[in-house]
């Protein structure tokens, strides 16, 4: 009575260590950019898989119906569970550092899969494209350009609004 609800309760509460998806994109980490990522995904009907090392955040998404794999980002185990070869793209977003390691072990899975790495800092950016990476985000510079388009937008139409009515 009280060991068989257990084990019952431990394998269901057991994130899922694989997927069989093909032609999806993996995502590396989940982060509030990696959701937003998911949602335009899912507007676009491409299957995709969040990949992360937090047991219990990836038995959350699940629940949630969102599919995401437990696993070791960096490892080759981990991206092959998540079925990486077999991928169409491959998003990494967890840090500068273990980025590269993800981009090199998934450049080893496949040749072909296109692998976009989101970047903090500037300076690696170049590290990652020798690592493998085909496309670099960079969060803070498209932020930057997406404000700086906001401003330059409603000056221009706040002027446009405008009647001249002297020099």
């Known amino acids: 009575l009280i060991v068989v609800p257990l084990f019952q309760q431990a394998l269901e509460d057991r994130p899922p260590e694989s997927t069989d998806l093909t032609d999806h994109v993996v995502i590396c980490s989940y982060t509030p950019r990696s959701d937003v990522l998911a949602g335009e995904l899912e507007a676009a009907n491409v299957p995709y898989v969040f990949v992360d090392d937090d047991a219990e955040l990836v ?4 629940n949630e119906g969102t599919n995401a794999i437990y696993g070791e980002l960096d490892q080759e185990e981990t991206l092959r569970a998540a ?11 967890i840090g500068d550092e273990t980025n590269a390691m993800v981009i090199l072990t998934a450049r080893e899975l496949s040749s072909d899969l296109t692998i976009v790495s989101v970047v903090e800092d500037d ?10 990476a ?7 510079r498209v932020l930057g ?8 937008t409603t000056v221009s139409a706040e002027l446009r609004d405008t009647i001249e009515l002297s020099e």
């Open 145 to 152: 350009q997406s404000l700086a388009t906001k401003a330059t």
């Open 83 to 93: 079925n990486a070869g077999r991928a169409d793209a491959l998003v990494t977003d």
């Open 123 to 132: 300076e690696v950016a170049s590290y990652h494209r020798y690592a493998g």
């Open 134 to 140: 085909d496309e670099i985000v960079r969060p803070r």
């Open 59 to 62: 038995v959350d998404l699940n």
